[in-house]
């Protein structure tokens, strides 16, 4: 199993500028969520999907984030327009039918970098 | 606003030292999961607890939540530069919450 898969693992880019971030869960997981890490606020849900269907988005910070999940292998998180503030580490997790108990599975994570 | 408080933050010590780690909540938690993360790579399970009272070892690492399920401690024996990491615990409720870690340096 490849495991969870985010691309790209860097980014750096100027502030005003689109970034997407991707994420291809372990096959035939049905949770999959958006975390983001930084030293100051550690790791914090940002959304998650059940079956493709965002459940939770409280954590998105502001109307600049976005995410989708057009289908059961695959998700993108995007900022637009990004700010320095932004900068973090982005990761991307599923977890199967094991409900609350249930292993997340995450990926290695996309750095961001917003000049 | 952080659910949960792990302390202590950094933890440095020498090979061959035991340490023990904290996460504490006022809330109760349904379950309580513990996870590692090394430098460049995602979190890793290593153990979940569910039971109040209920103590689980792995190797040198003992995991225990506590008797109202509102805490749990992470304690580890003899420590090796090989556990250095960021130890994470998160707690269940009606989703899931990380707390801030405790970032560990074992010296060799």
């Known amino acids: 199993d490849a495991g969870v898969i985010q691309s790209p693992r860097h980014e750096v880019t100027e502030m005003g500028q689109e970034v997407t971030l991707r994420c291809k869960p372990i096959?035939?997981?049905?949770?999959l969520f958006w975390y983001r890490q930084t030293m100051m606020r550690g790791l914090e849900l940002l959304i998650y999907?059940?079956?493709?269907?965002?459940?939770?988005d409280s954590g998105m910070p502001e109307d600049r984030f976005s995410a989708k999940m057009p289908n059961a292998s695959f998700s993108t998180l995007k900022i637009q327009p990004s700010e320095p503030r932004d900068s973090a580490v982005y990761f991307c997790?599923?977890?199967?039918?094991?409900?609350?108990?249930?292993?997340?599975?995450f990926g290695p994570g996309t750095r961001l970098t917003v000049l | 606003t952080q659910l949960l408080e792990q302390s202590p933050q950094f933890l440095s010590i020498q090979e061959g030292e035991n340490l023990t780690v904290y996460c504490n909540s006022s809330?109760?938690?349904?379950?309580l999961q513990w996870y590692r993360q090394e430098p460049g790579e995602g979190p890793v399970l290593l153990v979940t607890?569910?039971?109040?009272?209920e103590v689980k070892k792995l190797k040198r690492l003992t995991f225990q939540f506590g008797d109202a399920r509102k805490d749990s401690s992470l304690h580890i024996t003899a420590a090796q530069p090989g556990d250095t990491g960021l130890y994470l615990c998160?707690?269940?409720?009606?989703?899931?919450?990380f707390g801030a870690g405790t970032r560990l340096t074992v010296k060799p």
């Open positions: 997790a599923s977890k199967g039918q094991g409900g609350a108990l249930g292993e997340q599975f």
């Open positions: 096959s035939g997981h049905d949770y």
């Open positions: 999907f059940n079956n493709n269907v965002p459940i939770d």
């Open positions: 809330s109760v938690f349904s379950s």
């Open positions: 607890v569910v039971t109040g009272g």
């Open positions: 998160a707690g269940v409720w009606d989703d899931m919450r």
